[in-house]
């Protein structure tokens, strides 16, 4: 299986911060990556698919990037509301898999 | 809008078999569009994807639950389920049903809020 480690697991930052998440792939998956945010209580919700495209009705403060083994998610000028925890996701090899999550904070 | 709800019991015993069910509202589960997946997250292992179905009734499976798992398609129109025998207290988590665009590769856009599933005597 492949191995998906986010780092870092909890992130502290100020409201209108830009705060970057990190995803590793144990293996090249090129841009086969989505990324999901999950509020307390809710089911995840997919923000970013094929590494950096939008889902639709997700704000452009969300953005992706990176390929093969290595990508980011970037939120910027954070808000409140982004309070949750995020997942990375590889689909490019079954079994599909996730990395362990990144907890976002409010300071 | 579509929308997915997780129904079955909440609390297993261990060796017995997991049951659950998935109904799709406001869209057909009759659709080659979609795959129709659970996954399952406890605080120990993150998420897990379980495996999918598709509307012709081919399945997928993650290896590691290969063997003690299987997901049909409903007797009602819009329902798909999901069965996992043998379990222990491993399987204790809460289980989400999904949907999966077969355009887009991995994208789970509709998530049911899921149910939680005790594996205890």
């Known amino acids: 299986d492949i191995q998906m480690t986010q780092s870092p697991s909890t992130l502290s930052a100020s409201v209108g911060d830009r705060v970057t998440i990190t995803c590793r792939a144990s293996?090249?998956?090129?841009?086969?990556l989505a990324w999901y945010q999950q509020k307390p209580g809710n089911a995840p919700k997919v923000l970013i698919y094929?590494?950096?495209s939008l889902e639709s009705g997700v704000p452009s403060r969300f953005s992706g990037s990176g390929s093969g083994t290595e990508f980011t998610l970037t939120i910027s000028n954070l808000q409140p509301d982004d309070v949750a925890t995020y997942y990375c996701?590889?689909?490019?090899?079954?079994?599909?898999?996730f990395g362990q999550g990144t907890k976002v904070e409010i300071k | 809008q579509v929308q997915l709800q997780e129904s079955g019991p909440r609390l297993v015993k261990p060796s017995q078999t997991l049951s659950l069910t998935c109904t799709v509202s406001?869209?057909?589960?009759?659709?080659?569009?979609?795959?129709w997946t659970w996954i399952r997250q406890n605080p120990g292992k993150g998420l897990e994807w379980i495996g999918y179905?598709?509307?012709?009734?081919?399945?997928y499976y993650n290896p590691s639950l290969k063997s003690r798992v299987a997901i049909s398609l409903g007797t009602s129109k819009n329902q798909f389920s999901l069965n996992l025998s043998s379990v222990t207290a491993a399987d204790t988590a809460v289980y989400h049903c999904?949907?999966?665009?077969?355009?887009?590769?991995?994208?789970?856009?509709?998530w049911g809020k899921g149910t939680t599933v005790t594996v205890s005597s």
């Open positions: 999904a949907r999966e665009l077969v355009r887009i590769t991995g994208m789970m856009d509709v």
């Open positions: 406001n869209g057909s589960i009759n659709s080659g569009d979609y795959y």
């Open positions: 179905i598709y509307y012709s009734g081919s399945t």
């Open positions: 293996q090249s998956i090129s841009t086969w």
């Open positions: 094929r590494a950096s």
């Open positions: 996701h590889q689909c490019s090899n079954y079994p599909w898999t």
